[in-house]
């Protein structure tokens, strides 16, 4: 781990920055203010600020004021004796600038402001700082832990039958203190693993659930392949889904990621899980959330909880934005590619294709019903765990949108099916059509030699000869040309009167589709000018009048 944050001048590029591994695309862009302080496998990491203006001062609350000023001890003891360990005074960070210069850490204790009611004229401005691994040790200084989990020796086997991570860490509550932050670093690098051997601020069964993505949280889920958030060591243990996100023209494949987390007090602490190989790694849903801490304002978070609401809501959003493009879209696909099909192609080549895409996209769409459902309990969890009315207002916001997308997922799976049953149906009424053409066809060839079948057998004709010739020696070769002479003209009549069924062309159907469109016309004409519905109809149940000139070569079904 690096003593001091190597700093970096900021730049303009439009090439993807690569560190430690992860690459962080600019997309054009200045670099995000910050980044020079993450390095050693630390993506991004913040530091909640807040401080109170009082522009108005009022007389009901001036000795609240009062007690302001001059209290931030007593509040610290307090503090202390409740959850009996000892808070040692933190070094102040020179990166962080402060608005209001005699802010103090009692004003960063969320308790004491939750506490606290606000009056009309005070205004609490957040803001969140990016901070560097030196930050990161000086909060982590702060942080309330077990002195007995040093003396806990951790060893986890890849049994089934061991215990958990939640079996190991023994669950108690501590009331949230301390400074707000965040930290998000990489799975796997040999610096962020050294992080958190030495974390001895951390349960060493979280330590281990933060390094292995493969180590169960708890056995709730065991056999359902997903995790529900779960509270131990005085803190909530959960995983979050995404993706990251490939490019397209580099033929990128989108890679599934997961987010194994840790929130405790006022801090968040979560690693990144990569589930195959890649060399750009570009999640947006967290480089969003990024974005929304640096640019401030209204809708700025106010806590670690409100961070871990929009982590999953930007993640969620992706994942859905995905599954409608390059899953549910694929049946838009399927079925533009059935509809636009050539009129004389083999519908029986088609089909087999057709339906090996149906048969993948089917299973994809199963996929992203499983990934639904686990995404809907671990909502269900996190309503359960988290507080606050902005958090809660967003995670409900997230469940409704993934049921909307269960709705979705089944709606787009009966589209798969019944394209298959139209695209079956189509292919057996092409099959039949071809069946009952080449039987007319062949009806008329067939009808022609009957009749000189029928003939041939009246006069007894065989390969002998014809009976009763035996002087005329070229009777056989006259009556055979003669019956050759009688079957083409039996052909042809067929084919003058009954004809060869032939696909219809073009031209066909071109004017067949004008005389529709003109009928559609019509109609419409009549609609948009509040026609009568059925013509010569009376209300009394009196005969209709005769048909106009334009009703002629039409039949109504009534």
């Given amino acids: 781990m690096n003593g001091a944050e190597e700093e970096e001048p900021p730049h303009v590029s ?33 530091e909640l600020v807040k401080s109170h203006r009082k522009p108005v001062q009022h007389k009901s609350w001036l000795a609240t004021e009062q007690i302001q000023e001059k209290g931030p001890t007593m509040c610290t003891r307090k503090h202390s004796r409740r959850n009996g360990h000892q808070i040692t005074e933190p070094k102040v960070d020179e990166s962080i600038v402060l608005e209001n210069p005699q802010q103090t850490d009692f004003s960063n204790d969320p308790s004491v402001l939750k506490d606290r009611p606000l009056y009309a004229g005070e205004i609490l401005d957040h803001k969140w700082v990016p901070i560097g691994w030196n930050r990161i ?23 089934e039958d061991d215990y958990t991570v939640a079996d190991l860490a023994a669950p108690y509550w501590q009331r949230p203190v301390g400074p707000t932050w965040w930290c998000h670093v990489t799975a796997g690098h040999p610096s962020i693993d050294a992080w958190l051997n030495s974390a001895h601020w951390m349960h060493p069964a979280i330590r281990i659930a933060l390094r292995d993505e493969s180590k169960l949280i708890s056995d709730r889920m065991k056999y359902l392949l997903y995790e529900v958030p779960v509270r131990v060591a005085g803190g909530l243990l959960f995983e979050l889904l995404g ?75 992706w994942d859905d934005r995905l599954f409608r493009k390059y899953v549910f879209g ?56 988290l507080r606050g009315n902005a958090t809660r207002a967003i995670l409900e916001s997230i469940r409704k949108c ?4 269960l709705e979705e997922q089944e709606a787009v799976r009966g ?30 060839f067939g009808g022609g030699g009957m009749v000189l079948s029928i003939i041939t057998g009246l006069f007894g ?25 009688v079957g083409i003209v039996l052909i042809g009549m067929g084919m003058l009167y009954l004809g060869l069924q032939n696909p219809v062309n073009s031209e066909k159907v071109k004017v067949r589709k004008l005389e529709l469109q003109h009928l559609v016309s019509m109609f419409q004409h009549e609609a948009e000018q509040h026609g009568k519905v059925r013509e010569g109809v009376s209300r009394h149940g009196a005969s209709p009048s005769s048909s106009t000139a334009s009703d002629e070569g039409y039949i109504l079904i009534s």
């Fill in 14 to 46: 439009s090439m993807p920055k690569t560190q430690d591994g992860v690459t962080k695309p600019s997309l054009g862009k200045e670099p995000i203010p910050g980044s020079e302080l993450w390095t050693d496998g630390l993506i991004c990491a913040f």
């Fill in 137 to 159: 040790a000086e909060l982590v200084l702060r942080v309330q832990s077990d002195s007995s989990w040093e003396n806990e020796l951790m060893e986890m086997s890849d049994s």
């Fill in 243 to 317: 993706q990251s996100i490939g490019d397209p023209n580099h033929e990128e494949e989108d890679i599934p990621i997961v987010l194994r987390s840790w929130q405790a007090q006022n801090f968040l602490v979560t690693t990144m899980h990569v589930k195959g190989p890649s060399s750009n790694i570009n999640v947006l849903g967290v480089t969003e959330v990024q974005e929304l801490l640096l640019a401030g304002g209204s809708q700025t978070p106010r806590s670690v909880h409100e961070v871990i609401a929009h982590l999953v809501s930007r993640l969620s959003r």
């Fill in 330 to 385: 694929e049946a838009d696909e399927i079925e533009l590619k059935f509809v636009n099909r050539r009129n004389h192609e083999d519908l029986n080549l088609v089909s087999i294709i057709l339906n090996q895409e149906i048969r993948r996209l089917a299973t994809q769409v199963i996929r992203v019903k499983w990934s639904l459902h686990a995404r809907e309990e671990i909502l269900i969890e996190l309503l359960r765990h």
């Fill in 402 to 405: 993934t049921r909307d997308m």
């Fill in 415 to 444: 589209r798969l099916f019944t394209i298959q049953d139209v695209m079956q149906s189509t292919v057996r009424a092409w099959l039949q059509d071809r069946s009952l053409r080449v039987t007319h066809n062949l009806a008329i």
């Fill in 461 to 485: 004709i065989n390969v002998d000869g014809i009976p009763g010739a035996q002087n005329t020696p070229y009777a056989f070769g006259l009556f055979a040309g003669l019956l050759f002479f």
